[in-house]
């Protein structure tokens, strides 16, 4: 029988071990994942009421409910299979939504208040892919969806931007400032 000093360590090992295992790992991954796919908007929208942007709430709330509404209209048109077997994989949910935030910072507020919640976005579409829920290609699909809709119903509040430009023949950035 083992002592009672003894139980503690033993104890804690079988915790350790237990809560390292791949499998308490996996889930660890995919949940921090699910959390921010809604703490990331959630800040984003904290940041404008913060700020007492209403202007800034009303955009960011149309931006989202635009690319919530085309995510799930494009997951049943293209009802892709995910990489567990499950379907409507195109475009990930996960992405849409973390990506939202992310992208409503980057326009309404600019690139330094976006950078951090750039990289969780980016971490939690690696959830997805890490979790067999979706490809690659599935999360980018909904970070540009994402990105799209903030570009397009999100107005800066800075007086200098930096914008991306589709042109026929290539890309580019547009510098502008108003004063």
């Given at each position: 029988m083992i002592s009672r000093t003894r139980r503690v360590p033993a104890l804690l090992a079988l915790i350790i071990s237990l809560s390292t295992s791949p499998a308490v790992l996996a889930d660890s991954v995919e949940t921090s994942g699910d959390i921010l796919r809604w703490g990331i908007p959630?800040?984003?929208?904290?940041v404008a009421w913060?700020?007492?942007d209403t202007?800034?709430?009303r955009q960011?709330?149309?931006s989202?409910?635009?690319t919530a509404a085309s995510t799930l209209i494009l997951k049943e048109v293209i009802d892709k299979d995910r990489p567990n077997g499950?379907?409507?994989a195109f475009p990930s949910g996960h992405a849409a939504t973390s990506f939202a935030g992310a992208s409503?910072?980057?326009r309404r507020y600019g690139w330094r208040d976006a950078l951090p919640a750039y990289a969780l976005s980016a971490y939690v579409g690696w959830t997805r892919v890490h979790s067999d829920e979706h490809e690659i290609e599935d999360v980018l699909g909904g970070a540009v969806l994402a990105t799209a809709f903030s570009w397009w119903l999100v107005d800066p509040q800075d007086k200098a931007r930096i914008e991306p430009v589709a042109y026929?023949?290539?890309f580019g950035l547009r510098v502008s400032m108003t004063w």
């Open positions: 959630a800040a984003a929208f904290a913060r700020r007492d202007e800034g709430q960011f709330a149309w989202f409910a635009a499950d379907s409507k409503f910072l980057h026929e023949d290539g």
